[in-house]
């Protein structure tokens, strides 16, 4: 019997998609390397992408930026925040 295996390959997130998620979550550089465990220089280098992270802290930020995109849309379906639960 042969077994396959298959591997997914993500792309390193890029500087650009780490500021959006932290400013998704209404954090600052400074309260975003708290939460992640990280020094704040490290996420300003992870910003300007003079600096590559390592798997965990990528893998960490993109499950952060998931919860938020499905908080949000939990958020547009209750109505919260939208023109349709006004009168």
């Known amino acids: 019997m042969t077994m396959r295996v298959a591997f997914r390959y993500h792309h390193p997130i890029e500087?650009?998609?780490v500021r959006r998620v932290r400013k998704a979550l209404g954090l600052t550089q400074s309260q975003f390397a708290e939460l992640l465990g990280v020094h704040l220089v490290t996420v300003k280098k992870w910003e300007t992408g003079k600096q590559g992270m390592r798997a965990p802290a990528d893998r960490l930020i993109r499950l952060l930026a998931e919860r938020e995109r499905r908080g949000m849309r939990k958020r547009s379906k209750s109505g919260r925040g939208t023109a349709r639960?006004?009168?």
Do not use: D, N, Y
Request: aromatic share 0%.
């Open 15 to 17: 500087p650009r998609q």
């Open 85 to 87: 639960g006004k009168r």
